[in-house]
């Protein structure tokens, strides 16, 4: 009987298709923590001031104290410090409708505290974004250490797998052998040892990869994230390093990942390191010829 086999049932698409829907589902997830801060329903939790258009009382970044301070004056009594960013359009064009024919103000919002228009991660405690950025700043920490234990896993592994593999290929101890069992003996120690050679090349090739993909980490997102805290209880006041740490220290990482993961890298710098070590040999022996003549 003719045996029709079912692509959906193989295990080998099964896990595929676990893992697509996986990709799926943290790219959703990821799009819709991005576009939290954007719907106007959340406005309260991560707009920090206004901007007015030619208006000579309220300059530059006009935040929610500030606004208390003038209803405070021209109504005569005291609002809530808290009150809504809608609230506070609504009082704002009641004291300038008919004296400015009304007034234009831009949020600034999230994204929009800089020029990079990245999102706010360096927030004080009087920030109103502060739990949704604290809380992408320790998610990202917490990655951090899941990477680097699993890195870590995988370079464990592949050293037990490669002292494995020398044990078994090790040659068996044999009595004195005749010519020809001793050319195939000969042969054989010769094919293990090659195998075991290019086995210990490779995972120690992998193992460079795991330091470095581990260091590059290290260095791009703990420094960031250090900053970041240090500036949340005003230890200093890291604003000035915003720009640098959104062009430099955080693309960094997404672009030196893919150089670390291909073999460019590594057999570039196998190339550097041999033609370094050329170098150097050329520079003794210079040394030696130079002192043989002066003596």
Not at 40 to 63: K, R, W
Not at 85 to 112: A, C, N, T
Not at 174 to 184: K, Y
Request: net charge positive; aromatic share 12%; with cysteine.
């Amino acid at each position: 009987k003719c045996r029709v086999l079912k692509p959906s049932s193989a295990p080998t698409y099964r896990v595929k298709l676990k893992l697509l829907v996986g990709v799926g589902v943290v790219i959703l997830a990821s799009l819709a923590i991005s576009f939290f801060p954007l719907i106007s329903q959340t406005e309260d939790m991560f707009v920090n001031g206004l901007v007015y258009h030619n208006n000579p009382l309220f300059n530059g970044i006009v935040d929610r104290k500030h606004h208390n301070r003038a209803f405070n004056v021209y109504f005569g009594r005291a609002f809530n410090e808290r009150m809504s960013w809608r609230k506070i359009r609504r009082l704002v064009s009641e004291m300038f409708s008919q004296d400015y024919e009304g007034i234009r103000s831009k949020d600034i919002h999230f994204y929009g505290n800089s020029g990079v228009c990245l999102f706010k991660y360096l927030v004080t405690s009087h920030d109103p974004q502060l739990g949704f950025s604290l809380s992408v700043t320790i998610f990202n920490f917490c990655c951090f250490i899941v990477i680097t234990l699993c890195y870590i896993f995988i370079n464990t592994i592949a050293s037990v797998v490669r002292y494995s593999v020398s044990q078994q290929d090790a040659p068996p101890v044999l009595p004195p052998p005749s010519t020809q069992q001793a050319t195939t003996v000969a042969s054989r120690s010769i094919s293990i040892i090659s195998n075991a050679r290019r086995s210990f090349l490779k995972n120690r090739t992998l193992q460079s990869k795991i330091s470095l993909i581990i260091l590059t980490d290290f260095f791009c997102w703990i420094p960031f994230i250090i900053v970041c805290f240090l500036h949340l209880i005003s230890v200093f006041d890291a604003s000035p390093w915003y720009p640098f740490f959104s062009m430099v220290i955080l693309p960094i990482n997404s672009v030196i990942n893919p150089l670390l993961y291909s073999d460019a890298v590594v057999k570039l710098m196998a190339k550097f390191s041999l033609r370094f070590q050329r170098r150097i040999s050329q520079v003794n022996r210079t040394i030696v010829s130079l002192s043989k003549i002066h003596m």
